[in-house]
């Protein structure tokens, strides 16, 4: 949460902090604010709200500066106002610092600050930093790296930091622990960003920077060290993706262009996975012995990645035998749960910087777990902090509710449990492949599904002004629900639940009114039994008043529905990936129907790395 970006270099620095900032708003959008680097006092301004009040108060009267730093914010401590949007400043308006993440001691450092006569202007834990390193800078004779280093040495939290000092306003020092924050190396000029989108459009040339690792920036040399002022080596890597997968490509959103582009991201999931009839994953660097000796897969995730892990284990313990826990990330890390060297954990996310699912991860390794992380962003700290990694490969996804991110996970999922399948000898290699060939149908049935997605749109219009939606769905079908549901939340801002039709008649039926509307995912047709039980479920809400919207296969009967839309055929365990489709564009046109903003929906960020 929080978008920062830095710049040093030949460029008007305005231009390149802007830009990186509207790439970055996915990170939080509540306030954004900019100070650069004139000399004598810094240059900043702040407003609360989207990034357009910033631009519109920026004004055509800007200094022309070469350096710079930015900010787009989700708010912890302070709502989000103009005196709490970032940067924060010392009291000489000469050192400004940015920051994404929390200072958990910040309420001792302005004590202490404030007993040495420090003024503070905001309520954030950001601003006590400030003038910390206001101090620190002084005793270290103007060095602001070593102030850097000391001052993070005194700090609890989690937090990327950025800042810049009016009197060497090209240099620009960093630092992160547990958040993230790349550096950018362009050509007599260089960026500091959360994510590469921010500078992907100057450079394609990028150096990950490690955990409480120092990083100081002009426009022609770079520096990193660790806190003790040792000189660390850099990794270098080139961006794989270009700056047009950033673009929204001619659709009104981001979303939008994301869940079209899920046949392709899919695909691309799933390309050279499968050689001689052999899954292939290399990159889990597991030993047959250590293959066999798993004993339990953990899945840790959030949110609607936290939904992948759930369809998950239906696929892995059908497929693998091996039993499978599905754990909220946020909980797990709090508890005593039971893993050891044999336990194989799944840590799954998009962004690889959530901070619950980071902490999870953490606590199963101290434990001696395995951990294979599933994840769509490279070089991110989930993965580097994992022992194996399985890229997604659905490319840059900003809208911040997720689509093709979730698809893909459930398609990477799947290819675990085939591999566990097929090393530990539970499947034969034919039956893996057919599953696999299965696997490769899907981007051409989800473009059919996208194909008949129009008249979604016309329903969201009658259903538009509902206080509740509830989904149901059984087997792979209930976290499709949930999935449903959750993305109906938090884009329409509508009450919706997600229920396994079976717990129906034990509290939830109750919600049930005149007019309700009730999403019903039907399992797939001939191959499972549990049509008949959705069908009942169906006629249940139905006789209490309901409006059913039934999702089921071609050609598979269904009664009671209000609407029905059809799904290409596909065996059971394939149909999470074709039936959540038409509920993320259900959830997308509703959104749009309520006027609502659909690639930046209210209270939340795209990248959550506050626990
Ligand atoms: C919902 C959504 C969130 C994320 C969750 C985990 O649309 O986007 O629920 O799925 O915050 O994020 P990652 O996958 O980045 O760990």
Redesign the pocket.
């Known amino acids: 949460m929080c978008g920062i970006v830095g710049y040093t270099g030949p460029q008007s620095a305005v231009t390149p902090l802007i830009e990186g900032l509207r790439r970055l708003e996915y990170r939080g959008y509540d306030s954004a604010g900019i100070a650069l680097g004139t000399s004598g006092k810094l240059y900043v301004e702040k407003r609360a709200g989207k990034l357009n009040n910033l631009e519109q108060a920026l004004g055509a009267d800007l200094p022309t500066v070469h350096s710079g730093i930015g900010h787009t914010r989700w708010a912890t401590h302070g709502g989000p106002t103009d005196r709490n949007a970032h940067p924060h400043l010392d009291n000489e308006g000469k050192l400004a610092v940015i920051h994404n993440g929390i200072i958990e001691n910040y309420a001792e450092l302005r004590t202490l600050l404030e007993g040495r006569g420090h003024k503070f202007s905001s309520d954030t834990d950001t601003e006590s930093v400030a003038h910390l390193l206001s101090d620190l800078r002084k005793s270290h004779n103007g060095d602001l790296p070593a102030a850097m280093r000391e001052a993070v040495a005194s700090l609890r939290g989690s937090f990327t930091l950025l800042a810049i000092h009016a009197d060497a306003p090209e240099t620009i020092v960093g630092v992160r622990r547990n958040s993230p924050l790349v550096l950018g190396l362009g050509d007599g000029e260089n960026y500091l960003a959360s994510d590469v989108a921010a500078f992907i459009q100057y450079t394609k040339r990028a150096v990950e920077l490690g955990q409480d690792e120092v990083v100081t920036i002009t426009p022609t040399s770079y520096s990193i060290t660790d806190l003790a002022g040792n000189s660390k080596k850099a990794k270098e890597y080139e961006i794989t993706w270009d700056a047009s997968a950033a673009e929204k490509g001619g659709f009104t959103h981001f979303m939008l262009k994301e869940i079209f582009e899920q046949p392709k991201a899919v695909a691309d999931t799933l390309i050279g996975r499968l050689k001689d009839k052999k899954i292939q994953l290399d990159e889990l660097n597991l030993s047959s012995r250590e293959i066999k000796d798993i004993d339990k897969v953990v899945v840790l ?5 936290f939904h992948a892990g759930l369809i998950a284990k239906y696929a892995i313990e059908k497929w693998a035998k091996v039993p499978v826990e599905v754990e909220l990330a946020s909980e797990f890390r709090y508890r005593d749960p039971i893993v050891n060297k044999n336990t194989l954990v799944l840590a ?4 690889g ?2 901070m619950d ?1 980071l902490m999870a991860l953490r606590h199963a390794k101290s434990l001696g777990a395995r951990i294979l992380a599933i994840c769509n962003t490279n070089s991110s700290t989930i993965p580097r902090e994992s022992d194996a990694v399985l890229y997604t490969h659905a490319g840059p996804e900003i809208a ?3 689509t093709k ?1 979730f698809l893909t996970q459930v398609a990477a999922t799947y290819l675990i449990g085939l591999y566990l399948a097929q090393q530990r000898g539970v499947m034969k290699d034919g039956e893996v492949a057919e599953a696999f060939e299965q696997l490769q149908e899907l981007p051409g049935k989800i473009e059919q599904v996208l194909e008949t997605v129009e008249p979604l749109r016309e329903l969201t219009r009658t259903f538009a002004a509902a206080t509740s939606v509830l989904f149901l769905g059984r087997n792979v079908g209930f976290p499709v629900a949930l999935e449903g549901a ?2 109906l939340k ?1 884009l329409a801002y509508m009450h919706a639940e997600g229920f396994a039709g079976g717990e129906l008649k034990h509290g939830p039926i109750a919600l049930i009114e005149e007019g309700t509307p009730v999403i019903a995912i039907m399992p797939a047709g001939a191959e499972h039994a549990l049509d008949e039980k959705m069908a009942s479920n169906i006629q249940e809400v139905k006789a209490r008043g309901a409006n059913v919207i039934v999702i089921a296969e071609e050609g598979q009967v269904v009664t009671g529905a209000t609407h029905v839309i059809r799904l290409p055929k596909a065996p059971a365990m394939m149909q999470p990936l074709l039936a959540t489709v038409p509920l993320q564009v259900f959830a997308y046109e509703m959104a749009v129907t309520r006027g609502n903003d659909v690639d930046q929906p209210r209270n939340l960020a ?3 790395t506050v626990e």
């Not at 799954?348 to 962004?351: D, E, G, H, K, L």
């Open positions: 995730a959030c949110g609607t990645a799954i996310s998009q962004s910087e959530t699912t911040v509710a997720s991110a959750l993305k938090e795209k990248s959550v």
